[in-house]
């Protein structure tokens, strides 16, 4: 049992540091290589949990092989076009100009009641508004609606939108974050005085706050505890 | 660029370490399958004791690299090899004339173990 807990831990915080050291992208939406790695990962991983009769190398380095070649395909791929094409393919347009490309939604082997979905799915119901619709060479499907249908701006209708910028995060869960604090270009006693305006009197009240450069504070209280 | 390189540096590394664990198996092998080639040839000559001598040096030099075969062969087949060695060493002791078929299925699972490191159409596929 020993044995299982400790290769236990050891495949796990193995993947965890290949995973983190691939990057943000293997979380998100997955290339060809990408999901492949996923896959295979997973599956090797498992074989030493489940067979003690296998040595713990035989999962380790399989691992450890598919994530330099992951790493040595996106990086050639990032600096060489004709790679990057090769491996993850080019997006496709399924509709140009609202209308739909029969012989592309064929080859992609995409049917129309999928393309309804995925549009239903980004909230759009009316082919006819769609400019473009792009499958991307992840398997999403973009749509890019026609200029008129899309939804105003503050610019276009000429209205004062106020000021924008990033909001950090300045008090989490009763801590304080000293460091965005000092970014934000705020002190403690500014955000004693936005604690106070709120009916704080401590950080440790604060469930999340927020603030952006110019000022822009959101405010949630920690709730009663039963 | 800098992970590429990490990432080509630590595949060739894998690479390294696979011809010298091949190296380093093969030796190995090589050593212990002496000591049986003399374990046969004191059998054959009927001196049943230098037999077990040297099928015992044999073993002592497979046991003495016991931790680095777990490390990288399956254990169903180091199991396999074991019982190999301990049947054979049962017959010697015992003087039994079916000590040939024992030490050909001790030299079997031995070169099994030699071959399916090295690769070939048959290993890979």
Same mark, same amino acid.
């Given at each position: ?226 | ?35 049986? *080639?003399?374990?046969?040839?004191? &059998?054959? !000559? ?5 037999? @077990?001598? /040297? #099928?015992?040096? %044999?073993?002592?030099?497979? *046991?003495?690299?016991?931790?680095? &075969?777990? !490390? ?5 087949? @180091?199991? /396999? #090899?074991?019982? %190999? ?41």
């Amino acid at each position: 049992m020993a044995i299982v807990l400790l290769r236990t831990l050891i495949i796990y915080f193995t993947l965890l540091l290949i995973m983190r050291l691939l990057g943000k992208r293997q979380l998100g939406e997955m290339e060809l290589s990408e999901f492949v790695l996923a896959a295979l990962i997973a599956d090797l991983a498992a074989h030493p949990l489940q067979d003690m009769g296998i040595p713990l190398l035989n999962g380790l380095i399989p691992i450890l092989v598919l994530f330099c070649c992951e790493l040595l395909i996106a990086g050639f791929s990032l600096r060489n076009i004709r790679l990057r094409s090769l491996i993850f393919g080019k997006p496709s347009l399924l509709i140009v100009r609202g209308e739909i490309l029969q012989q592309e939604m064929l080859k992609n082997r995409f049917t129309p009641d999928e393309l309804m979905q995925e549009l239903r799915a980004q909230g759009i119901t009316d082919l006819s508004q769609i400019e473009f619709a792009v499958l991307e060479t992840n398997g999403r499907l973009n749509a890019i609606l026609f200029p008129a249908e899309r939804p105003a701006t503050a610019a276009q209708l000429k209205l004062d939108a106020g000021e924008g910028g990033y909001p950090s995060i300045v008090i989490s869960d009763g801590r304080v974050l000293e460091a965005n604090l000092k970014h934000l270009g705020f002190d403690r006693r500014w955000l004693d005085r936005q604690l106070k305006e709120k009916g704080a009197s401590s950080p440790k009240q604060v469930y999340l706050m927020t603030a952006t450069a110019s000022g822009q504070v959101y405010y949630a209280a920690k709730e009663a505890q039963p | 660029m800098r992970r590429e390189a990490i990432a080509a540096g630590l595949l060739l590394l894998l690479i390294l370490g696979t011809v010298l664990h091949l190296q380093y198996t093969d030796s190995l092998i090589e050593g212990v399958e002496h000591g049986l *080639d003399q374990t046969e040839q004191a &059998a054959r !000559a009927g001196d049943y004791k230098a037999a @077990l001598r /040297a #099928l015992d040096s %044999a073993h002592s030099l497979w *046991d003495k690299h016991r931790s680095y &075969a777990q !490390a990288f062969f399956r254990h169903p087949d @180091l199991d /396999a #090899l074991q019982d %190999a060695f301990a049947s054979l060493e049962q017959l010697l002791r015992q003087e039994d004339p079916a000590w040939p078929a024992a030490l050909t299925l001790l030299r079997y699972h031995l070169e099994a173990l030699g071959d399916m490191e090295h690769p070939s159409i048959r290993t890979i596929f």
